[in-house]
């Protein structure tokens, strides 16, 4: 057997997963559709400040904007807006922070079969189409890191139910920006999710638009563009699906396993997920190599994994509470957050990642305790 592990994709959760699987002394094999890492692009690369602190991650290179603030509007337009001194999050390109990935984990050789794309495995074999021909790869451990759509989750059986995806749709815009910011749109047209403004500079940004799947983006995108009386000018355009629901339970069968956007290991509040896609390989790292050289279940993955999984259902907890408002309740809700002084609390104590961190000081903050009774019963009830 030439390697101990075949991953499927070559996204940053399969590249970082290798260069740790590596770090450990296991070697691995990843199979990758696409004849190049990083494109095409689908992605804002908006990640936080923390996260890339937590995961050591340099971003030399492919830093392309700090932030430190955001905008977030009503259904009707009002505006509360969240404001820090020091950056929060940073604009990454994605091509390039793909690419560096992928530079990191050659430098520790491991291989990577590009053109192939995975049809399907049984035991240690996994068979897939390279260059349009059939060939297979034999190793202990199958990884599925093969994104949202996941081939290997179906092949596990783990499928997901329609409502647990949303439907984007974004332009690269040029225009004038605020760069600090982003900025969040609660608008009638994202149904089931939000809009977006990520600054990329001053000139550019990412204008984008979440709706649940079965639902048009672009039509979505049109009316919403067309409310607000934008003029930008569009530079490109792309749409991909998000995995957004609560954390998968099982993301682990006999030799298989499951990472990153294939495990809906994203912030269901706002689609992001890289930061926590690059957390889970990680631990997915450890449950693999505990598994290879100690002879543990690979099942402790799920367990290793609670910590982020209490995070992930704290945000698809926010997400469900969100949708179930409707756009009247949310201009209600978003009203009394603005009297309340939700802004600044948010400015204090909001955390882009891990919720957890900000719903506990709500707590400490009885003024917060009785202005929200529904929404805190409905997000920890
Ligand atoms: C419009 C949009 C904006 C986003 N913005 C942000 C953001 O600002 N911040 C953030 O954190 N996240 C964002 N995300 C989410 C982010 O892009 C994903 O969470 C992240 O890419 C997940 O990484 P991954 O490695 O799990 O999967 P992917 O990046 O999807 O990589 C999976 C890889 O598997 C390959 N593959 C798939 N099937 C097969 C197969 N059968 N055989 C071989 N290879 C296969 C694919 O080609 C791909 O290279 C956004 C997503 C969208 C759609």
């Not at 940073?90 to 049809?119: G, Q």
């Amino acid at each position: 057997m030439a390697n101990q592990v075949t991953i499927v994709g070559a996204g940053p959760v399969g590249l970082h997963l290798a260069s740790k699987l590596f770090d450990s002394g296991i070697s691995s094999l990843i199979i990758e559709e696409h004849s190049e890492v990083g494109v095409p692009v689908n992605c804002s690369g908006l990640i936080s400040e923390s996260g890339c602190h937590t995961l050591g991650l340099a971003l030399d290179g492919v830093l392309v904007n700090e932030i430190s603030g955001a905008d977030i509007y009503s259904p009707s337009g009002s505006k509360l807006t969240i404001e820090r001194k020091r950056p929060v999050a940073y604009v990454v390109n994605r091509e390039l922070f793909d690419k560096n990935l992928y530079k990191k984990a050659v430098s520790k050789n491991v291989e990577i079969d590009f053109n192939s794309k995975v049809i399907n495995f049984t035991g240690k074999n996994v068979f897939y189409q390279k260059d349009n021909y059939g060939t297979m790869s034999k190793s202990k451990l199958i990884i599925g890191a093969d994104g949202v759509q996941s081939k290997v989750r179906e092949l596990m059986n783990l499928n997901a139910p329609h409502n647990m995806f949303v439907h984007a749709y974004q332009q690269m815009i040029s225009g004038d920006f605020d760069p600090k910011k982003v900025n969040v749109y609660l608008c009638k047209e994202a149904v089931g999710f939000f809009a977006w403004l990520i600054p990329h500079s001053k000139k550019e940004a990412d204008l984008g638009i979440g709706v649940t799947l079965g639902n048009n983006p672009k039509n979505a995108f049109d009316s919403f563009y067309a409310s607000q009386s934008f003029e930008f000018e569009k530079l490109s355009e792309n749409s991909s699906i998000i995995p957004i629901g609560p954390p998968f339970k099982h993301t682990v069968a006999e030799n298989q396993l499951l990472v990153g956007d294939a495990a809906f290991q994203t912030k269901a509040t706002t689609g992001g997920g890289i930061i926590f896609g690059l957390r889970a390989a990680e631990i997915a790292a450890q449950a693999i190599s505990d598994n290879i050289l100690k002879s543990k279940p690979l099942g402790n993955y799920e367990k290793l994994l609670s910590g982020l999984n209490k995070e992930l259902a704290l945000h698809w907890k926010i997400r469900s509470y969100l949708n179930s408002l409707g756009p009247e309740n949310t201009e209600k809700l978003f009203q009394k957050a603005k009297r309340a002084g939700v802004a600044e609390f948010l400015t204090s104590y909001g955390d882009m990642d891990n919720p957890s961190k900000f719903v506990g000081k709500i707590f400490r903050k009885p003024s917060m305790l009785t202005l929200f009774p529904e929404a805190l019963k409905f997000i920890l009830g």
